[in-house]
Nanobody, 124 residues
Framework: QVQLVESGGGLVQAGGSLRLSCAASGLSPRLYAMGWFRQAPGKEREFVAAITRYAVNTVYADSVKGRFTISRDNAESMVFLQMNSLKVEDTAVYYC?????????????????WGQGTQVTVSS
């Protein structure tokens, strides 16, 4: 059974940094592309970043490009999201997701497994 568990969320001031982690179990990491999505109150879930199976390619939402960095450690079955220069509008629940494919997708419908999410709150 695939399980994704996010951690690292919290409260931070605008301009600060957080590093989110996603621990994956029940899957072979090298078979899955991984992504991060977020959902703010009253809004739909939106794409943040994704990384291919061997970390060769990454893609980011325009809103986080240059501030966020996605990475992975297949040996440890971990995926990370380093978030710098955080803004109030980055406040959301952040979700880790796994896509059993070699593609690099920003579409939530193409991800097979999801974590429960971790709250990130950025104060002004």
């Amino acid at each position: 059974q695939v399980q994704l568990v996010e951690s690292g969320g919290g409260l931070v001031q605008a301009g600060g940094s957080l590093r989110l982690s996603c621990a994956a179990s029940g899957l072979s990491p090298r078979l899955y592309a991984m992504g991060w999505f977020r959902q703010a109150p009253g809004k739909e879930r939106e794409f943040v970043a994704a990384i291919t199976r061997y970390a060769v390619n990454t893609v980011y939402a325009d809103s986080v490009k240059g501030r966020f960095t996605i990475s992975r450690d297949n040996a440890e079955s971990m995926v990370f999201l380093q978030m710098n220069s955080l803004k109030v509008e980055d406040t959301a629940v952040y979700y880790c997701a796994a896509d059993y494919s070699s593609r690099l997708s920003s579409r939530s419908s193409e991800y097979d497994n999801w974590g429960q999410g971790t709250q990130v709150t950025v104060s002004s």
